[in-house]
């Protein structure tokens, strides 16, 4: 049987879960590394970690991260085992299962999480991680100087978006941020998953949807829409948007926004993958309409 990489199991065992025997690779993750790791008992609980971590607190970040959605939300997450420097080790949760029945479950469980948690800033009390990148969070009343300086101009420094766009698209972005009070409209902040595209989206033991891998914060809830819509949702999930946007009133021109939203994380796959998906391409369409032109 293939095994996961030996720092898992060197790990679990220094944290004191002395009793897993062997850790099988798990697949979906992008950034870290993750397994299943069995103990003497026959149970499994699914651990990941970073070779080198991106910093002390990211696993903590996400542990509470989790905690917010189900406390404060509503939404089902896995139980948290452990959470340090080095690990994130949680209980292990079911696939989710291909219906629309179960897609219309999650459309009325992200709508409930979205209309019942809007705060007056954007932002949250501390920066968390997307990917292996940070996530600015800094607390802000103007939700469009918000996203334009923390989920947009923010990611202009990493190495590989300097290389992806030349100046004229870089112009283009900040002229598009710029512009974002008249392309989209106002909207309260709620708190959002924050990385929320259909791999992250399984099924709890009773088989309600759970959510893991999140990055929150207080911002459009949008944001996790735009995710969801722009990221290949499967067949099944056809019914979730209209009935998303029954519950929470959205108004008829929302796909239209979708593309100009979704720029936060084709800039944050751009900056930490190789080859990055056509992200940059994507990134470049949705600002061609903002270049300058001669």
């Not at 905690?67 to 292990?92: F, K, N, Q, Y």
């Not at 007056?120 to 103007?142: E, I, M």
């Not at 989920?151 to 100046?167: K, N, Q, S, Y």
């Amino acid at each position: 049987m293939t095994q996961a990489p030996p720092f898992l199991l060197e790990r679990l065992h220094a944290a004191g879960l002395s009793d897993v025997v062997a850790v099988e690779p798990a697949t979906g993750g992008l950034a870290a590394t993750a397994g299943l790791a069995r103990r003497t008992d026959g149970t499994s609980v699914f651990v990941k970690g970073f070779g080198e971590p991106p910093s002390d607190e990211a696993f903590t970040a996400e542990a509470e991260g989790l905690t917010a959605l189900r406390e404060a939300g509503g939404v089902a997450t896995p139980e948290i085992v452990l959470a340090d420097r080095d690990l994130l080790v949680l209980s292990v949760l079911r696939p989710r299962p291909a219906t629309e029945a179960f897609w219309e479950q999650l459309a009325r469980t992200l709508a409930r999480l979205h209309t019942t948690t809007r705060h007056p800033r954007f932002g949250w009390h501390r920066d968390n991680w997307l990917g292996r990148r940070r996530q600015v969070n800094t607390w802000n009343d103007d939700g469009f100087e918000f996203f334009a300086q923390h989920r947009l101009l923010r990611w202009l420094g990493e190495r590989r978006v300097r290389e992806a766009l030349d100046p004229a698209d870089r112009a283009a972005l900040e002229r598009l941020c710029d512009r974002l009070p008249e392309l989209l409209p106002v909207k309260p902040a709620c708190l959002t998953h924050g990385d929320l595209w259909a791999q992250n989206v399984m099924a709890a033991p009773d088989g309600r949807p759970a959510l893991i891998d999140p990055a929150v914060s207080y911002t459009w809830a949008e944001v996790d829409l735009a995710h969801l819509w722009t990221t290949a949702p499967p067949p099944e999930a056809h019914g979730f948007f209209e009935l998303y946007a029954e519950l929470t009133g959205l108004d008829r021109g929302w796909r239209e926004r979708m593309p100009i939203i979704q720029l936060r994380q084709h800039l944050a796959v751009t900056a930490q993958f190789d080859p990055d998906w056509g992200a940059a391409d994507l990134v470049r369409a949705t600002l061609a309409p903002f270049r300058r032109r001669p």
